[in-house]
Protein backbone atom coordinates (compact mmCIF):
# COMPACT_ATOMS: atom_id res chain seq x y z
CA UNK A 1 0.00 0.00 0.00
CA UNK A 2 1.65 3.37 -0.97
CA UNK A 3 1.25 6.74 0.49
CA UNK A 4 -1.92 8.11 -1.60
CA UNK A 5 -3.92 4.28 -1.22
CA UNK A 6 -3.11 4.47 2.54
CA UNK A 7 -4.70 8.29 2.36
CA UNK A 8 -8.05 6.88 1.28
CA UNK A 9 -8.55 3.73 3.11
CA UNK A 10 -7.67 5.60 6.10
CA UNK A 11 -9.77 8.77 5.71
CA UNK A 12 -12.61 5.84 5.39
CA UNK A 13 -11.53 4.24 8.58
CA UNK A 14 -11.15 7.60 10.59
CA UNK A 15 -14.63 8.17 9.44
CA UNK A 16 -15.74 4.15 10.44
CA UNK A 17 -13.96 4.86 13.92
CA UNK A 18 -15.45 8.27 14.78
CA UNK A 19 -19.02 5.97 13.64
CA UNK A 20 -18.60 3.49 16.45
CA UNK A 21 -17.78 5.98 19.03
CA UNK A 22 -20.85 7.86 18.07
CA UNK A 23 -22.99 4.58 18.06
CA UNK A 24 -21.20 2.22 20.80
CA UNK A 25 -24.28 3.18 23.27
CA UNK A 26 -26.69 1.24 21.29
CA UNK A 27 -25.03 -1.94 20.99
CA UNK A 28 -25.00 -4.32 24.14
CA UNK A 29 -21.88 -3.99 26.87
CA UNK A 30 -21.25 -7.35 26.72
CA UNK A 31 -20.11 -9.10 23.59
CA UNK A 32 -22.78 -11.70 22.90
CA UNK A 33 -20.71 -13.86 21.31
CA UNK A 34 -20.29 -18.25 22.16
CA UNK A 35 -16.16 -18.99 22.04
CA UNK A 36 -15.09 -20.34 18.33
CA UNK A 37 -18.11 -17.75 16.78
CA UNK A 38 -15.73 -15.09 15.88
CA UNK A 39 -12.62 -17.77 14.75
CA UNK A 40 -15.66 -19.32 12.99
CA UNK A 41 -16.14 -16.41 10.93
CA UNK A 42 -12.56 -16.06 9.34
CA UNK A 43 -11.26 -18.42 6.83
CA UNK A 44 -9.12 -20.92 8.48
CA UNK A 45 -5.90 -19.96 5.56
CA UNK A 46 -4.06 -16.48 5.43
CA UNK A 47 -5.11 -14.80 1.80
CA UNK A 48 -2.53 -15.01 -1.32
CA UNK A 49 -4.54 -12.22 -3.18
CA UNK A 50 -5.16 -8.69 -1.40
CA UNK A 51 -8.84 -8.24 -0.62
CA UNK A 52 -10.81 -5.05 -1.07
CA UNK A 53 -11.25 -2.18 1.54
CA UNK A 54 -14.80 -2.72 1.58
CA UNK A 55 -14.72 -6.80 2.35
CA UNK A 56 -12.52 -5.43 5.43
CA UNK A 57 -14.68 -2.54 6.93
CA UNK A 58 -17.29 -5.74 6.49
CA UNK A 59 -15.37 -8.13 8.75
CA UNK A 60 -14.83 -5.24 11.14
CA UNK A 61 -18.71 -4.95 11.09
CA UNK A 62 -19.80 -8.11 10.73
CA UNK A 63 -17.13 -10.59 12.66
CA UNK A 64 -15.14 -7.61 15.17
CA UNK A 65 -17.87 -5.64 16.16
CA UNK A 66 -19.66 -7.99 17.75
CA UNK A 67 -16.53 -10.09 19.34
CA UNK A 68 -16.29 -6.84 21.50
CA UNK A 69 -17.00 -6.13 24.82
CA UNK A 70 -17.63 -2.61 24.26
CA UNK A 71 -15.54 -0.67 27.03
CA UNK A 72 -15.72 2.78 25.55
CA UNK A 73 -19.60 2.17 26.04
CA UNK A 74 -21.19 4.91 28.65
CA UNK A 75 -22.95 2.13 30.45
CA UNK A 76 -19.51 -0.12 31.33
CA UNK A 77 -18.67 -0.65 34.90
CA UNK A 78 -17.06 -3.83 34.68
CA UNK A 79 -13.45 -4.27 35.94
CA UNK A 80 -12.10 -0.29 36.02
CA UNK A 81 -12.03 2.13 33.24
CA UNK A 82 -10.19 1.71 30.14
CA UNK A 83 -10.57 5.05 28.48
CA UNK A 84 -9.19 5.15 25.29
CA UNK A 85 -9.99 8.69 24.73
CA UNK A 86 -10.47 9.99 20.95
CA UNK A 87 -7.05 11.86 21.27
CA UNK A 88 -5.19 9.40 22.80
CA UNK A 89 -5.90 7.50 19.57
CA UNK A 90 -4.74 9.88 17.09
CA UNK A 91 -1.44 9.84 19.16
CA UNK A 92 -1.29 5.50 18.63
CA UNK A 93 -2.63 6.23 15.10
CA UNK A 94 0.48 8.84 14.33
CA UNK A 95 2.92 6.38 16.05
CA UNK A 96 1.99 3.42 13.88
CA UNK A 97 2.26 5.44 10.96
CA UNK A 98 5.60 6.92 11.78
CA UNK A 99 6.98 3.15 12.68
CA UNK A 100 9.60 4.68 14.96
CA UNK A 101 11.84 2.04 15.94
CA UNK A 102 13.10 2.52 19.55
CA UNK A 103 16.37 0.67 20.18
CA UNK A 104 18.42 3.26 21.13
CA UNK A 105 18.27 6.55 21.54
CA UNK A 106 20.18 6.84 18.39
CA UNK A 107 17.29 5.19 16.20
CA UNK A 108 14.64 8.01 17.34
CA UNK A 109 15.85 10.67 19.43
CA UNK A 110 12.33 12.24 19.65
CA UNK A 111 11.02 8.87 21.29
CA UNK A 112 13.24 8.98 23.98
CA UNK A 113 13.09 12.62 24.52
CA UNK A 114 9.26 12.95 23.95
CA UNK A 115 9.01 9.94 27.18
CA UNK A 116 11.16 11.73 29.24
CA UNK A 117 8.99 14.84 28.54
CA UNK A 118 5.47 13.58 29.22
CA UNK A 119 7.00 11.29 32.22
CA UNK A 120 7.90 14.49 34.04
CA UNK A 121 4.95 16.03 32.57
CA UNK A 122 2.95 13.52 34.06
CA UNK A 123 5.05 13.63 37.47
CA UNK A 124 4.81 17.00 37.82
CA UNK A 125 0.88 16.34 37.34
CA UNK A 126 0.47 13.90 40.06
CA UNK A 127 2.34 16.51 42.65
CA UNK A 128 5.67 14.03 42.93
CA UNK A 129 8.85 15.66 43.34
CA UNK A 130 11.88 15.75 40.62
CA UNK A 131 13.19 12.70 42.68
CA UNK A 132 11.33 10.46 40.38
CA UNK A 133 12.42 9.64 37.03
CA UNK A 134 9.95 7.53 34.95
CA UNK A 135 9.66 5.32 31.75
CA UNK A 136 6.54 3.91 29.89
CA UNK A 137 5.81 0.17 30.36
CA UNK A 138 2.81 -1.70 28.72
CA UNK A 139 1.37 -2.72 32.14
CA UNK A 140 1.54 -2.29 35.64
CA UNK A 141 2.04 -5.77 36.07
CA UNK A 142 5.67 -6.02 33.93
CA UNK A 143 6.75 -2.60 36.32
CA UNK A 144 6.08 -4.69 39.54
CA UNK A 145 8.18 -7.37 38.30
CA UNK A 146 10.82 -4.79 36.87
CA UNK A 147 10.70 -3.53 40.68
CA UNK A 148 11.32 -6.53 42.67
CA UNK A 149 14.28 -7.42 39.88
CA UNK A 150 15.42 -4.02 41.33
CA UNK A 151 14.71 -4.78 44.76
CA UNK A 152 16.49 -8.74 44.53
CA UNK A 153 19.63 -6.95 43.12
CA UNK A 154 19.81 -4.31 45.66
CA UNK A 155 19.00 -6.83 48.55
CA UNK A 156 22.18 -9.03 47.19
CA UNK A 157 24.23 -6.21 46.31
CA UNK A 158 27.55 -6.74 48.18
CA UNK A 159 26.96 -10.83 48.04
CA UNK A 160 25.50 -12.90 45.30
CA UNK A 161 23.08 -11.14 42.81
CA UNK A 162 21.79 -12.46 39.48
CA UNK A 163 24.55 -11.34 37.73
CA UNK A 164 27.57 -12.78 39.28
CA UNK A 165 29.16 -15.84 38.99
CA UNK A 166 26.32 -18.72 40.60
CA UNK A 167 23.95 -15.99 40.42
CA UNK A 168 21.03 -16.13 43.00
CA UNK A 169 21.80 -19.62 43.80
CA UNK A 170 24.97 -18.44 45.89
CA UNK A 171 22.42 -16.47 47.85
CA UNK A 172 23.41 -16.79 51.85
CA UNK A 173 19.65 -16.19 53.68
CA UNK A 174 16.13 -16.14 51.57
CA UNK A 175 14.90 -12.72 50.63
CA UNK A 176 11.64 -12.49 51.53
CA UNK A 177 8.56 -10.10 49.95
CA UNK A 178 5.28 -8.68 51.49
CA UNK A 179 2.39 -7.49 50.16
CA UNK A 180 -1.23 -7.40 51.05
CA UNK A 181 -3.90 -10.55 50.32
CA UNK A 182 -5.94 -7.80 48.63
CA UNK A 183 -3.05 -7.01 46.05
CA UNK A 184 -3.36 -7.48 42.56
CA UNK A 185 -2.43 -11.19 41.37
CA UNK A 186 -0.13 -9.94 39.57
CA UNK A 187 2.02 -9.33 42.41
CA UNK A 188 2.57 -12.82 43.95
CA UNK A 189 2.97 -13.63 40.13
CA UNK A 190 5.85 -10.97 39.67
CA UNK A 191 7.40 -12.25 43.38
CA UNK A 192 7.24 -15.67 41.89
CA UNK A 193 8.71 -15.05 38.31
CA UNK A 194 11.69 -13.14 39.95
CA UNK A 195 12.60 -15.97 41.79
CA UNK A 196 11.68 -14.96 45.36
CA UNK A 197 10.09 -18.51 46.08
CA UNK A 198 6.26 -19.00 47.51
CA UNK A 199 7.27 -19.78 51.03
CA UNK A 200 9.31 -16.42 50.88
CA UNK A 201 6.15 -14.33 49.78
CA UNK A 202 4.37 -13.07 52.62
CA UNK A 203 0.47 -11.53 52.78
CA UNK A 204 0.26 -8.89 55.47
CA UNK A 205 -2.81 -9.31 57.43
CA UNK A 206 -5.43 -6.24 56.64
CA UNK A 207 -6.68 -4.01 58.92
CA UNK A 208 -10.88 -3.52 58.51
CA UNK A 209 -12.90 -1.56 57.79
CA UNK A 210 -10.87 -0.26 55.44
CA UNK A 211 -8.98 -3.14 53.98
CA UNK A 212 -5.52 -1.79 53.93
CA UNK A 213 -2.14 -3.63 55.03
CA UNK A 214 -1.90 -3.54 58.98
CA UNK A 215 1.77 -1.94 58.82
CA UNK A 216 2.54 -3.02 62.81
CA UNK A 217 2.15 -6.32 61.33
CA UNK A 218 4.36 -6.09 58.35
CA UNK A 219 6.63 -4.87 61.38
CA UNK A 220 6.46 -7.98 63.28
CA UNK A 221 6.59 -9.93 60.45
CA UNK A 222 9.75 -8.22 59.35
CA UNK A 223 10.96 -9.03 62.41
CA UNK A 224 10.94 -12.32 62.65
CA UNK A 225 12.14 -12.81 59.31
CA UNK A 226 15.22 -10.99 60.31
CA UNK A 227 15.28 -13.06 63.38
CA UNK A 228 15.30 -16.21 61.73
CA UNK A 229 18.48 -15.01 58.97
CA UNK A 230 15.77 -13.97 56.22
CA UNK A 231 16.30 -10.97 54.76
CA UNK A 232 13.05 -8.63 54.03
CA UNK A 233 14.10 -7.33 50.25
CA UNK A 234 10.72 -5.47 49.36
CA UNK A 235 7.36 -5.04 49.93
CA UNK A 236 4.89 -4.04 47.27
CA UNK A 237 2.09 -1.50 48.68
CA UNK A 238 -0.94 -1.07 46.59
CA UNK A 239 -2.93 2.62 46.30
CA UNK A 240 -6.01 1.41 45.27
CA UNK A 241 -7.04 -2.26 45.36
CA UNK A 242 -8.55 -3.98 42.22
CA UNK A 243 -11.81 -5.13 44.31
CA UNK A 244 -12.48 -2.21 46.84
CA UNK A 245 -9.88 0.39 45.93
CA UNK A 246 -8.41 0.08 49.51
CA UNK A 247 -5.13 2.35 50.07
CA UNK A 248 -2.50 0.69 52.16
CA UNK A 249 -0.71 3.29 54.26
CA UNK A 250 2.62 4.12 52.40
CA UNK A 251 3.89 6.36 55.04
CA UNK A 252 3.93 3.97 57.44
CA UNK A 253 4.99 0.64 54.99
CA UNK A 254 7.66 2.68 54.03
CA UNK A 255 9.15 3.37 58.00
CA UNK A 256 8.93 0.17 58.72
CA UNK A 257 10.67 -1.20 55.65
CA UNK A 258 13.44 1.74 55.96
CA UNK A 259 14.78 -0.67 59.03
CA UNK A 260 15.66 -3.41 57.21
CA UNK A 261 16.34 -1.51 54.18
CA UNK A 262 13.76 -2.78 52.34
CA UNK A 263 12.52 -1.41 48.76
CA UNK A 264 8.96 -0.22 48.14
CA UNK A 265 7.18 -0.50 44.90
CA UNK A 266 3.49 1.13 44.97
CA UNK A 267 1.14 -0.25 42.57
CA UNK A 268 -0.79 2.44 42.10
CA UNK A 269 -2.51 1.19 38.59
CA UNK A 270 -5.81 2.21 39.18
CA UNK A 271 -5.76 4.84 41.44
CA UNK A 272 -2.87 6.53 40.26
CA UNK A 273 -4.98 8.91 37.63
CA UNK A 274 -6.37 10.18 41.07
CA UNK A 275 -3.09 11.65 42.08
CA UNK A 276 -3.82 14.79 38.90
CA UNK A 277 -6.28 15.53 42.19
CA UNK A 278 -4.83 17.80 44.77
CA UNK A 279 -7.91 16.74 47.31
CA UNK A 280 -7.05 12.82 46.79
CA UNK A 281 -3.09 13.40 47.41
CA UNK A 282 -3.98 12.35 51.28
CA UNK A 283 -4.51 9.01 50.05
CA UNK A 284 -1.01 8.74 48.74
CA UNK A 285 0.64 10.08 51.65
CA UNK A 286 4.17 8.99 52.17
CA UNK A 287 4.40 8.24 48.76
CA UNK A 288 7.87 10.97 48.15
CA UNK A 289 9.40 7.55 50.85
CA UNK A 290 9.29 5.07 48.41
CA UNK A 291 11.28 3.67 45.97
CA UNK A 292 9.48 3.18 43.19
CA UNK A 293 5.62 3.74 42.07
CA UNK A 294 3.67 2.57 38.56
CA UNK A 295 0.33 4.11 37.41
CA UNK A 296 -1.80 3.03 34.10
CA UNK A 297 -3.18 6.31 32.36
CA UNK A 298 -4.53 4.03 29.78
CA UNK A 299 -7.30 3.07 32.90
CA UNK A 300 -9.36 5.74 34.25
CA UNK A 301 -7.30 9.10 32.47
CA UNK A 302 -7.48 7.82 28.98
CA UNK A 303 -4.75 6.91 27.47
CA UNK A 304 -4.77 4.27 24.56
CA UNK A 305 -3.63 0.90 26.07
CA UNK A 306 -0.37 0.17 27.14
CA UNK A 307 0.61 3.05 28.85
CA UNK A 308 1.64 2.30 32.08
CA UNK A 309 3.74 4.40 34.16
CA UNK A 310 7.00 3.50 36.01
CA UNK A 311 8.82 5.67 38.02
CA UNK A 312 11.59 5.19 40.28
CA UNK A 313 14.15 7.35 42.17
CA UNK A 314 17.38 5.40 41.35
CA UNK A 315 17.15 4.80 37.62
CA UNK A 316 20.73 3.26 37.61
CA UNK A 317 20.00 0.43 39.59
CA UNK A 318 17.29 -0.46 37.44
CA UNK A 319 20.17 0.05 34.34
CA UNK A 320 22.39 -1.83 36.25
CA UNK A 321 19.97 -5.05 35.98
CA UNK A 322 18.98 -4.07 32.73
CA UNK A 323 21.55 -3.23 30.60
CA UNK A 324 22.81 -4.29 27.63
CA UNK A 325 25.99 -3.17 25.72
CA UNK A 326 25.52 -4.63 21.93
CA UNK A 327 28.12 -2.57 19.36
CA UNK A 328 25.77 -2.12 16.75
CA UNK A 329 23.13 -0.39 19.24
CA UNK A 330 25.54 2.40 19.99
CA UNK A 331 24.10 6.18 20.23
CA UNK A 332 26.99 8.57 18.45
CA UNK A 333 26.25 11.32 21.04
CA UNK A 334 29.01 13.26 22.92
CA UNK A 335 26.59 14.25 25.61
CA UNK A 336 25.04 11.66 28.32
CA UNK A 337 21.81 10.22 26.29
CA UNK A 338 19.06 7.74 27.83
CA UNK A 339 18.18 4.35 26.45
CA UNK A 340 15.07 3.07 27.53
CA UNK A 341 15.67 -0.38 26.21
CA UNK A 342 18.26 -0.84 29.62
CA UNK A 343 14.93 0.73 31.90
CA UNK A 344 13.02 -2.55 30.93
CA UNK A 345 12.88 -5.70 28.92
CA UNK A 346 12.09 -5.29 25.53
CA UNK A 347 14.45 -4.17 22.85
CA UNK A 348 12.53 -2.62 20.08
CA UNK A 349 9.68 -0.20 21.41
CA UNK A 350 7.02 1.44 19.85
CA UNK A 351 6.09 5.61 20.02
CA UNK A 352 4.53 4.99 22.95
CA UNK A 353 4.59 8.65 24.75
CA UNK A 354 2.86 9.50 21.41
CA UNK A 355 -0.40 8.34 23.12
CA UNK A 356 -0.05 10.15 26.34
CA UNK A 357 1.43 13.10 24.83
CA UNK A 358 -1.51 13.12 22.39
CA UNK A 359 -3.99 13.08 25.24
CA UNK A 360 -2.40 15.76 27.57
CA UNK A 361 -1.82 18.35 24.49
CA UNK A 362 -5.14 17.85 22.67
CA UNK A 363 -7.50 17.74 26.06
CA UNK A 364 -5.14 19.78 28.97
CA UNK A 365 -5.49 18.12 32.52
CA UNK A 366 -8.16 20.28 33.81
CA UNK A 367 -10.31 18.87 31.20
CA UNK A 368 -9.45 15.46 32.56
CA UNK A 369 -9.35 16.64 36.21
CA UNK A 370 -12.78 17.50 35.67
CA UNK A 371 -14.37 14.27 34.28
CA UNK A 372 -12.64 12.49 36.84
CA UNK A 373 -14.09 14.81 39.48
CA UNK A 374 -17.31 13.99 37.80
CA UNK A 375 -16.97 10.55 37.98
CA UNK A 376 -15.83 11.01 41.89
CA UNK A 377 -19.42 12.35 42.36
CA UNK A 378 -21.24 9.86 40.48
CA UNK A 379 -19.55 6.97 42.65
CA UNK A 380 -20.67 9.20 45.59
CA UNK A 381 -23.99 9.38 44.77
CA UNK A 382 -24.45 5.90 43.69
CA UNK A 383 -23.47 4.80 46.70
CA UNK A 384 -26.12 6.85 49.06
CA UNK A 385 -28.85 5.19 46.58
CA UNK A 386 -27.53 1.86 47.69
CA UNK A 387 -26.63 2.20 50.76
CA UNK A 388 -30.45 3.56 51.47
CA UNK A 389 -32.29 1.43 49.69
CA UNK A 390 -33.22 -1.73 52.30
CA UNK A 391 -31.98 -5.07 51.51
CA UNK A 392 -28.35 -3.65 49.59
CA UNK A 393 -25.31 -2.90 51.12
CA UNK A 394 -22.12 -0.84 49.94
CA UNK A 395 -19.17 -3.17 51.72
CA UNK A 396 -16.13 -1.48 51.56
CA UNK A 397 -15.38 2.46 52.36
CA UNK A 398 -15.63 4.27 48.79
CA UNK A 399 -12.25 5.85 48.44
CA UNK A 400 -13.17 6.74 44.62
CA UNK A 401 -15.06 5.67 42.00
CA UNK A 402 -15.78 2.13 42.29
CA UNK A 403 -18.40 0.91 44.20
CA UNK A 404 -18.87 -2.46 46.16
CA UNK A 405 -22.51 -3.68 46.53
CA UNK A 406 -24.50 -6.76 47.49
CA UNK A 407 -28.33 -7.25 47.55
CA UNK A 408 -29.23 -9.55 50.69
CA UNK A 409 -32.75 -10.37 50.73
CA UNK A 410 -33.83 -11.50 54.57
CA UNK A 411 -33.39 -15.16 55.02
CA UNK A 412 -30.04 -15.63 51.93
CA UNK A 413 -26.80 -16.33 53.34
CA UNK A 414 -23.91 -18.06 52.27
CA UNK A 415 -23.69 -20.06 49.07
CA UNK A 416 -27.72 -19.47 48.65
CA UNK A 417 -26.83 -15.89 48.93
CA UNK A 418 -23.66 -16.33 46.76
CA UNK A 419 -26.02 -18.29 44.08
CA UNK A 420 -28.38 -15.01 44.41
CA UNK A 421 -25.78 -11.91 43.72
CA UNK A 422 -24.50 -14.43 40.73
CA UNK A 423 -27.76 -14.63 39.08
CA UNK A 424 -28.90 -11.20 39.48
CA UNK A 425 -25.59 -9.98 38.05
CA UNK A 426 -25.34 -12.32 34.86
CA UNK A 427 -29.10 -10.87 34.15
CA UNK A 428 -27.37 -6.93 34.25
CA UNK A 429 -24.71 -8.67 31.86
CA UNK A 430 -26.26 -10.61 29.45
CA UNK A 431 -29.03 -8.42 28.98
CA UNK A 432 -26.50 -6.15 26.88
CA UNK A 433 -27.74 -3.16 29.07
CA UNK A 434 -24.91 -2.49 31.31
CA UNK A 435 -21.86 -4.36 32.08
CA UNK A 436 -20.63 -4.95 35.92
CA UNK A 437 -17.91 -7.26 37.46
CA UNK A 438 -18.79 -10.22 39.95
CA UNK A 439 -15.84 -10.57 42.58
CA UNK A 440 -14.90 -12.54 45.95
CA UNK A 441 -14.80 -10.24 48.82
CA UNK A 442 -13.92 -12.55 52.06
CA UNK A 443 -14.85 -15.75 50.06
CA UNK A 444 -18.47 -14.48 48.88
CA UNK A 445 -19.24 -13.35 45.91
CA UNK A 446 -20.78 -9.42 45.64
CA UNK A 447 -20.51 -6.78 42.77
CA UNK A 448 -18.31 -4.25 41.83
CA UNK A 449 -19.75 -1.14 40.06
CA UNK A 450 -16.68 0.56 38.31
CA UNK A 451 -18.01 4.07 37.05
CA UNK A 452 -15.20 6.05 34.80
CA UNK A 453 -15.88 5.68 31.17
CA UNK A 454 -15.47 8.44 29.75
CA UNK A 455 -18.74 8.90 28.34
CA UNK A 456 -20.43 8.10 31.63
CA UNK A 457 -22.77 10.56 32.87
CA UNK A 458 -25.08 10.60 35.95
CA UNK A 459 -27.70 9.31 33.62
CA UNK A 460 -26.31 5.94 32.98
CA UNK A 461 -25.34 5.29 36.32
CA UNK A 462 -28.78 6.17 37.36
CA UNK A 463 -29.98 3.76 34.52
CA UNK A 464 -27.63 0.83 36.03
CA UNK A 465 -29.40 1.45 39.30
CA UNK A 466 -32.63 0.58 38.23
CA UNK A 467 -31.63 -2.60 35.70
CA UNK A 468 -29.82 -3.85 38.76
CA UNK A 469 -32.66 -3.51 41.29
CA UNK A 470 -34.90 -5.06 38.52
CA UNK A 471 -31.98 -7.80 38.35
CA UNK A 472 -32.28 -8.66 41.90
CA UNK A 473 -36.33 -9.10 42.09
CA UNK A 474 -35.78 -11.67 39.42
N1 LIG B 1 -2.51 -3.63 39.94
C1 LIG B 1 -3.77 -3.27 40.16
C2 LIG B 1 -4.15 -2.66 41.49
C3 LIG B 1 -4.74 -3.45 39.17
O1 LIG B 1 -6.00 -3.10 39.41
C4 LIG B 1 -4.35 -4.00 37.93
C5 LIG B 1 -5.34 -4.20 36.87
O2 LIG B 1 -6.47 -3.81 36.95
C6 LIG B 1 -3.01 -4.37 37.75
C7 LIG B 1 -2.11 -4.17 38.78
C8 LIG B 1 -2.53 -4.98 36.48
O3 LIG B 1 -2.35 -3.96 35.56
P1 LIG B 1 -1.88 -4.26 34.06
O4 LIG B 1 -3.07 -4.81 33.36
O5 LIG B 1 -1.49 -2.91 33.55
O6 LIG B 1 -0.75 -5.20 34.09
Redesign the pocket.
Known amino acids: MGPEEFRQAAHRLVDWVADYRASVASLPVRSQVAPGEVAGALPPCPPEEPGSLEAFIDDLDQVIVPGLTHTQHPRNFA??PSNASLASVLGDLVAAGIGALGISWQSAPALTELEQVVCDWARQLCGLSPAWHGTI????????LVALLVARERALAGSAGSQREAGLQAAASPLVVYTSPE?????PKAALLAGFGASNLRFVPVRRPSRAMDARALGELMAEDAASSRRPAAVVA?????STTAFDPISEICEVASRYGAFVHV?????GSAMLLPECRDLFFGIEQADSI?W?P??WLGSVL?T?LFYLKDPAALVSVMATNPSYLRSFSEEPVVEYRDWGLPLGRRFRALRLWALLRLEGAEALRARMRRDLANAERLAKLVASEPGWEVLAPVRLQTVCVRHSPAGLAGEELDRHTLAWCEAVNSSGRAHVTPAQLDGRWMVRVSVGAETTEWADVEALWEIMRQAAKL
Do not use: I, L, Q, R
Not at 137 to 142: C, E, N, P
Not at 183 to 187: D, L, N, P, T, Y
Not at 267 to 271: F, L
Open positions: WFYDGASTACAHSSVTAGTTDAAMASNHKES
